[in-house]
């Protein structure tokens, strides 16, 4: 086995074992547990958007899928009831609001799912 084999096989068995690691240390959900969060969690989706045009924003600390610049970013609603429905594959998102945000110094909009945002109430400088 040449050298640069070897090195790629002890690399692969490396990131297997980390893997591993990682994945021992994660509590097992339970099919008891995934039933709870599901009861739990199915009116939040299917409630109607709370927010309106001008309220400022921030994600839930769970069940957000988002990534933000910072930990803490918030936004601000610029438009509601937009309603667009995406297969991602492996997920569907029901995007029914539009957020404006600040990106590396870049002012954005994203279409997102209002039941991942909670409404911001933190001090405005």
Known sequence: MSGQAELLRMLASAAEEQAK??????PAQTRAMQARVLIDLLPEVLAANPFKIGDL??????????K???EGAIA????TDVVSRKDRGNRFERED????????????EFAVESWRFQKYDGPIE
């Open 21 to 26: 690691q990682t994945e021992a240390k994660r």
């Open 57 to 66: 924003v921030e994600q839930k600390p769970t069940y957000s899928l988002y």
């Open 68 to 70: 933000w610049p910072a």
């Open 76 to 79: 601000i609603v610029s438009a």
């Open 97 to 108: 609001i539009v957020v404006l945000c600040n990106v590396e110094d870049e002012w954005l």
